[in-house]
């Protein structure tokens, strides 16, 4: 009888052990799956903004090149008068 309910003790320990690992596993595991989903999502509004602009860009057509030596502008020292 002694060593029943010492082994009855035992299981139910070991029972609400694995129960506390499993529970810390599993809010780990959601962590992550948090943290991936900003991470996605933090990604997404950066494309979005990007799309964005493009859609106003396109509805002015508005014509976006890169500067070539000719469209840039040189100014010269101008003298201080006293």
Do not use: C
């Amino acid at each position: 009888m002694r060593l029943s309910r010492f082994l009855l003790i035992v299981v139910l320990v070991t029972v609400v052990a694995l129960g506390y690992v499993y529970q810390q596993v599993e809010l780990l595991r959601i962590n992550y799956t948090i943290n991936r989903n900003k991470d996605n999502l933090s990604v997404l509004l950066d494309q979005n903004s990007t799309l964005m602009y493009n859609v106003v860009l396109e509805a002015e057509d508005v014509s976006v090149e890169i500067p070539s030596y000719w469209h840039t502008v040189a100014f010269a020292e101008a003298e201080m008068v006293k």
